[in-house]
Structure formats: C-alpha cells, structure tokens
C-alpha cells in the first residue's frame, strides 16, 4: 500500500506561484505514472498534469500548459507541481495519485479511475 501526502497549498494573489509537493512512502515505490488532479467546489474532479516516472514525459491539460511544470525526484519518491501566473480558475483542492501500471496517455491520465492511490489533497486558493 503506498501513501501519499501532498503539501504546498495556500492563499496567493493572482499571478502569483506555488509549489505543490506530494511524496510517497509505504512499499517499494516504482510507480508507472503520477499524476495531479483538482476539484474545485461544485465541479467533477478534473486532470492537471501527469508524468512518467521512468522517462520523465509530461502531460498537460490545456489551461495550464505554459504556466505548471510537473516534475519528479526518484530519489526522494516526490513528484512536484510548479504553478506559475496563478488565476483564480485555479482554485481548487488539489490530488496527487499513483498510476501503478501500463497504459500511459492523456486518455487514461485525464480519467480518475485510471490511478490506483490517492492523497488527502491541498487547498490552493487564488485570490481576485
């Protein structure tokens, strides 16, 4: 069973930034892929970004693309979400999770049913 705990979260003004961190612990960790998603109130979870572990290839959805990096540090089972030029659409609960196996893709990172563990999640709130 692996655990995940995402820190980082907060208040920031708009056009502002944030780092999200989600690190892993409980059994050997060699995920397939990580990946980020949100909930903000009132609306259906949705896909942020997701990452490779083993290649390191991204993904995005397209609200974000130039303004979130997702990385990752195999050494400390952490992957990241770097959230630049933040806009109060951004507001939102934010998960990270675990995709144990094959197949990768947007069409399967962009589906919360494809990760097999979840975080308790971050607040992150922009502010107008």
């Known amino acids: 069973q692996v655990q995940l705990v995402e820190s980082g979260g907060g208040l920031v003004q708009a056009g502002g930034s944030l780092r999200l961190s989600c690190t892993a612990s409980?059994?050997?960790?060699?995920?397939?892929?990580m990946g980020w998603l949100r909930q903000a109130p009132g609306k259906e979870r949705e896909f942020v970004a997701a990452?490779?572990?083993?290649?390191?290839?991204?993904y995005y959805t397209d609200s974000v693309k130039g303004r979130f990096t997702i990385s990752r540090d195999n050494a400390k089972t952490t992957v990241y979400l770097q959230m630049n030029s933040l806009q109060p659409e951004d507001t939102a609960i934010y998960y990270c999770?675990?995709?144990?196996?094959?197949?990768?893709?947007?069409?399967?990172?962009?589906?919360?049913?494809?990760?097999?563990?979840w975080g308790p999640g971050t607040q992150v709130t922009v502010s107008s």
């Open positions: 999770a675990v995709k144990a196996t094959f197949p990768s893709g947007l069409y399967y990172y962009t589906r919360s049913n494809s990760y097999d563990s």
């Open positions: 409980g059994r050997t960790f060699s995920p397939f892929s």
């Open positions: 990452i490779r572990w083993s290649s390191s290839t991204t």
